[in-house]
């Protein structure tokens, strides 16, 4: 996945021409498109392929099964034209390899959730984060999903994995984070989804908060 704007927009309407205007208006502006439950249910799998018009395409099933299960469900989400999928960690080891190992068939990324970005993700998830960071490490996920509403949990992920895997961080916006903030903790990609998708110009509310990043970048990227 490029990193150009360090933005990736969270996909979260539920009609498709809507997506797919928003998509067009706000390309420039994000390195990737993630779409979840909310659009795929509503409007089938097929918005993977036509949205991957526009950006890369995340697929945010949170996967959390048995390793054959989350097989075959990475399976489907490759063969509909995702480029990553993100996975939980908490499942354990066996699950997330059998993600990156049909991952790594398919030539496309993973990235587990190691503590959610919502307060109730400090209730359980919290305490085992650093232990789901290390296990990415060690099973080469591409990523990790961390919180931009706690920036300095982004950090104490960032000084595990260190420069070896990615950090993606929702949060930003609706839910409190700061993308500058994030960003300076260590994130690679902010992710935002409400902000931009129910913004009255989503383009206008993309290109600020690309701005922001640009700014707290000042160059180093
Ligand atoms: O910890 C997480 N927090 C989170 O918000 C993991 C996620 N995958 N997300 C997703 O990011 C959430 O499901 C939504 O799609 C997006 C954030 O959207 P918003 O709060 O910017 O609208």
Redesign the pocket.
């Known amino acids: 996945m490029e990193k150009n704007t360090h933005m990736i927009l ?1 996909m ?1 309407v539920t009609d498709r021409e809507e997506a797919l205007k928003i998509a067009e208006d706000v390309q420039e502006f994000v390195d990737a498109i ?1 779409v ?1 439950y ?1 659009l795929i249910l509503a409007t089938g799998l097929d918005i993977i392929r036509d949205l991957a018009e526009f950006a890369p395409v995340i697929a ?1 099933f ?1 996967v959390a099964d048995i390793p054959n299960t989350n097989r075959l469900i990475c399976e489907q989400v490759f063969e509909a034209g995702a480029d990553a999928v ?1 996975v939980q960690g908490f499942t354990g080891r066996d699950s997330l390899d059998a993600c990156i190992e049909i991952a790594s068939e398919y030539g496309k990324d993973v990235f587990v ?1 190691s ?4 307060p109730g ?1 400090a209730e359980f998830m919290q305490p085992i984060a650093e232990a789901i960071a290390k296990m990415a490490l060690e099973a080469r996920a591409f990523g990790l ?1 961390a ?1 931009a509403t706690r920036p300095e949990r982004v950090k104490e992920i960032r000084k595990i994995i260190r420069d070896r895997l990615t950090i993606i961080s ?6 409190g984070g700061k993308a500058s903030d994030v960003i300076a903790a260590g994130a690679d990609w902010v ?8 913004a009255e110009s989503p383009k206008e509310a993309a290109r600020e908060i690309a701005e922001e990043i640009q700014a707290e970048l000042g160059g180093k990227n």
């Open positions: 969270a979260d993630k979840g909310p945010d949170k993100i959730v503590e959610m970005s919502h993700g999903v919180p929702p949060g930003v916006g609706a839910q992710i935002v989804g409400r902000s931009i998708y129910k």
